[in-house]
């Protein structure tokens, strides 16, 4: 039978000032946006802070979505499906996620196959050295950092066989990372190819209506010089001599 879990897809950088979407990106993405729109309709004055919308819930949504795919490729082969469920931000201190307590985590549903548990043994008994000082190092209690996972590993062993969702999904984690090194940089880079912030820019419904009146006017006026092209008299001058 196989053996369903909720867990936090580990090394997620989040939202904030992070690869995947930061102050630099967005003021170039928008620059860009802006450059774009006066290079197709010179007419148009664009403000950037007054004119501009950024759907940034889309784009968050599908970069995560991207992301959780990335993932899943990077899985071990006894996992039969991971797919993306949910993005949770800090806590909220009453003015929106406090990034000062960390950062968004991303949580994916996972599917496995029955011998999931087995695997994972073997996998630790296989690379006991490297597994007892990755759990110590990560999850060691220290001034500023208040651990909720055991550090050792009789305590580790424990958490799997009592089907822990955090145990298991870490283990899976530390499993992709010794098979494939940092990999969640190439998960980076794959994920923001994937998804631009340019396509969430776009102009607030004021400009919005300016701008299509606009692109009408335009429209008509090429029109009417591609018909008086077309129709405008000509007359074939004598050369002289003749």
């Known amino acids: 039978m196989s053996k369903k879990i909720n867990t936090q897809a580990m090394f997620f950088p989040g939202f904030y000032?992070?690869?995947?979407?930061?102050?630099?990106?967005?003021?170039?993405?928008i620059q860009s946006f802006i450059d774009d729109l006066r290079d197709n309709h010179p007419k148009l004055e664009v403000d950037e802070d007054e004119d501009i919308e950024v759907d940034y819930k889309g784009y968050e949504k599908d970069m995560a979505e991207a992301w959780a795919r990335g993932y899943a490729s990077y899985m071990p082969d006894f996992v039969i499906s991971c797919e993306f469920e949910s993005v949770v931000p800090p806590r909220n201190t009453g003015y929106g996620p406090d990034y000062r307590?960390?950062?968004?985590?991303?949580?994916?549903?996972?599917?496995?196959e029955d011998n999931w548990l087995e695997r994972m043994k073997a996998f630790i008994s296989e690379n006991q050295e490297w597994f007892e000082k990755r759990i110590?190092?990560?999850w060691t209690s220290y001034d500023g950092f208040w651990s909720y996972m055991e550090n050792n590993l009789e305590g580790w062993l424990k958490g799997l066989e009592d089907e822990d969702e955090r145990y298991i999904g870490t283990t899976l984690a530390y499993m992709m990372l010794l098979e494939n090194g940092e990999f969640w940089e190439d998960i980076n880079t794959e994920a923001w190819e994937a998804v631009s912030l340019y396509a969430f820019i776009g102009l607030t419904p004021e400009k919005q209506k300016e701008l299509d009146e606009l692109s009408e006017q335009e429209e008509l006026e090429r029109r009417i010089k591609e018909y008086d092209e077309k129709h405008q008299l000509k007359i074939d001058f004598p050369q002289e001599g003749q």
Do not use: R
């Open 17 to 29: 000032e992070s690869v995947l979407e930061n102050s630099d990106m967005t003021y170039e993405d």
């Open 136 to 138: 110590a190092d990560d």
């Open 101 to 112: 307590f960390g950062t968004d985590k991303l949580y994916v549903d996972i599917e496995m």
